[in-house]
């Protein structure tokens, strides 16, 4: 996989995100899972054969909540108009991305297919959220135009 094989005009077919986290509520752990899933896409994502990408669009965000046995879903439509670089590794089959604006995410994301119509991306990753450790998984779909 090179730039200049992945260069193109990808519109966003998938997003799929969750959280699992155990919270400690006065000595009891309580697990919570948050899952985010994206809809009604109209985002394209411009990968340049410099290494750089921009993305710009917006899509419906639905978010569930489950914790403690209670259940709580949101929605709001997120507005990308963002740019950044990024690079590829063909021996790990990774991507690194730097982007301003972060609804994307940014840091290494593994290939899980790439071909002539479709790129797919995943990242895991732990990070704090209210100084508590939450795995994040986060999975991108990409039809190229």
């Known amino acids: 996989m090179t730039n200049a094989n992945l260069a193109g005009i990808y519109n966003m077919a998938l997003l799929f995100a969750t959280i699992d986290q155990t919270i400690d ?3 009891i752990p309580v697990d919570s ?4 899933e994206g809809s009604t896409f109209q985002l394209d994502i411009i990968f340049n054969e410099d290494g ?5 669009g917006q899509y419906l965000l639905t978010t569930t909540t489950t914790a403690a046995g ?8 997120i507005v990308l108009d963002e740019g950044g670089t990024y690079s590829l590794n063909a021996n790990t089959q990774t991507i690194f991305l730097s982007g301003s604006g972060g609804e ?4 290494t994301f593994d ?11 995943m990242q895991e990753e732990t990070i704090l959220i209210n100084g508590v450790s939450a795995d ?5 779909h990409f039809v190229r135009q």
Request: glycine share 8%.
């Open 25 to 27: 509520v006065n000595g």
């Open 33 to 36: 899972n948050i899952t985010a």
């Open 52 to 56: 750089t990408y921009t993305a710009e």
């Open 70 to 77: 209670q259940t709580e879903t949101d929605t709001e439509i």
């Open 104 to 107: 994307l995410g940014s840091g």
């Open 111 to 121: 290939i899980t297919l790439f071909n002539e119509t479709q790129l797919q991306i």
């Open 136 to 140: 994040l998984v986060t999975e991108y």
